[in-house]
């Protein structure tokens, strides 16, 4: 049997972080997840996945990400079910995440959701934002850059001679 998950989207809030009465740190959020398609009316629709993320993940999820923040999921599928005050039975699908990857920098989100969503336009980079007003972050916090200078630079962009590398570095 298989229960494997990996999704790539933007929290919908902040986490929620709460401890169990063992002391164990527990973490919730829920993430949009853009669908690959359009509706009739040509608009683009998303899902909003419930994720729950346990232990040291769960605090750093709680510390590191924020409403609208990119990140990956890894995990598995789970249902639960209880009775509410109605006693209706109720019942619940969320993903339990093994791993949780941050997709950005913090210092790269934008308050315009228009600026760049989880799925880049055609020929685009998947994955990464747009390369200005990148800065005063990181170690370029310091430089004299134009904000127009991308933070990602291509070490090998200008240079025309061939790169030597040896067979035995090559990872096939």
Same mark, same amino acid.
């Given at each position: 049997? @298989?229960?494997? $998950? @990996? &999704?790539?989207?933007r929290l919908t809030k902040n986490p929620e972080l709460r401890y169990t009465p063992n002391g164990v740190a527990v973490a919730s959020f829920t993430i949009a997840v853009n669908r690959p398609f359009s509706?009739?009316?040509?608009e683009r629709e998303a899902d909003f996945i419930p994720v729950i993320v346990w232990?040291?993940?769960? /605090?750093?999820?709680?510390?590191? &990400? =924020?409403?609208?923040? &990119?990140?990956? $999921?890894?995990?598995? @599928?789970? =249902?639960?079910?209880?009775?509410?005050? /109605?006693g209706r039975? %109720?019942? $619940? =699908?969320? %993903? @339990?995440?093994?791993s949780v990857q941050? &997709? /950005?920098?913090?210092?790269?989100?934008?308050t315009d959701e228009n600026s760049y969503g989880a799925v880049a336009p055609a020929g685009g980079n998947p994955g990464y934002p747009p390369q200005t007003n990148r800065q005063g972050s990181g170690?370029?916090?310091g430089s004299n850059r134009s904000q127009? =200078?991308?933070?990602? /630079?291509?070490p090998f962009a200008n240079d025309s001679k061939p790169i030597d590398i040896s067979d035995d570095d090559l990872p096939f």
């Open positions: 049997m @298989i229960n494997r $998950v @990996i &999704l790539v989207g509706n009739q009316q040509g232990r040291r993940q769960a /605090e750093n999820a709680a510390n590191f &990400l =924020t409403k609208g923040s &990119l990140a990956g $999921v890894d995990g598995r @599928i789970q =249902t639960r079910n209880y009775e509410n005050n /109605e039975r %109720v019942y $619940v =699908t969320e %993903v @339990i995440a093994d941050f &997709l /950005e920098p913090k210092s790269a989100r934008h170690a370029n916090a127009d =200078t991308p933070s990602f /630079e291509d």
